[in-house]
C-alpha cells in the first residue's frame, strides 16, 4: 500500500471519530402507529420495536414524544453505519 492511500484512509478514519464524537441520544429499533380496535373507532398510539440481548421487546410511545423518538433512531442509524465504515 503506498504512503498517499495509507494517507487517505487515516484522514477517513479521523473524519470518522469526529463524527462519532458528535453523537448525541440514540435508540435502536424502528417506531411504527398501531391501530386498537375495540368498540368506539379505531384509537391509533405508537409503539416501538427492538431487540436486546436475543429478546424482542415493544414500548408504547407518547405522542408528544414521536418527534423526539425518530430522531434517536436516525442518530443510531448513523451510529452503526460509521461504526461498520
Known amino acids: 500500500m503506498s504512503q498517499k492511500r495509507a494517507r487517505q484512509i487515516e484522514q ?3 473524519r470518522i471519530k469526529k463524527a462519532l464524537l458528535q453523537i448525541g441520544a440514540m ?3 424502528s417506531l411504527t402507529r398501531q391501530y386498537k380496535r ?3 373507532p379505531h ?3 405508537w409503539q416501538i420495536s427492538y ?4 429478546r424482542s421487546r415493544t ?4 405522542q408528544e414524544s414521536v418527534k423526539e423518538i425518530r430522531r434517536q433512531i436516525a ?3 448513523r451510529f452503526k453505519r ?3 465504515e
Open 75 to 77: 442518530t443510531h442509524k
Open 12 to 14: 477517513r478514519i479521523d
Open 43 to 45: 384509537r391509533p398510539y
Open 59 to 62: 414500548e408504547y410511545v407518547r
Open 51 to 54: 431487540t436486546r440481548q436475543m
Open 27 to 29: 435508540r435502536p429499533g
Open 38 to 40: 375495540s368498540t368506539t
Open 82 to 84: 460509521l461504526v461498520d
